[in-house]
């Protein structure tokens, strides 16, 4: 499976993801951390609702600085929309909350809907925050269908 690519927000080029999308430390990606005297496990998807938020943000703050902009302002509400919503989904998962498998049922709908928007316009920073967000929305799907 290909991966999905990245920008760094600086500089706006491409890089290749690392299959735990980057965002946190090695440690933290579905492995064990210990705390104190506890275990904890998280899950891979919350590193990459983590990235897919980071990206989005970082697009709306490009996408606000285009000639464009009224034309993109479908785009830009996806983006801020699932910005949120993965935000909320990596507390869920971090916390491990119950409320994690129905809240990725729509994470997965609306990075959906905002990378099929994104992918509408033709520019390298939309395409690849399309990918973006079209792999988290397969991702969420993905951790929705196996729990519960």
Known sequence: MQQPMMWQPATMQPTQMQPAMM??????MGKPM???QQTMTFPPLLATVQN???VC???VTTMLGTADVQARRNQIQLLRDCAHICAIL????????PTARATANLCAAICEACGNECARF????????????????RECR???????
């Open 34 to 36: 210990v705390m104190g």
């Open 142 to 148: 993905a951790y929705a269908r196996t729990q519960g």
């Open 23 to 28: 965002q946190m430390q090695p440690a933290m």
């Open 57 to 59: 943000e970082q697009m």
């Open 122 to 137: 033709q520019d390298q920073p939309s395409q690849m925050c399309a990918q973006v967000c079209l792999h988290c929305a």
């Open 90 to 97: 990596a507390g869920y998962l971090a916390s491990n909350s």
């Open 52 to 54: 897919c938020r980071n």
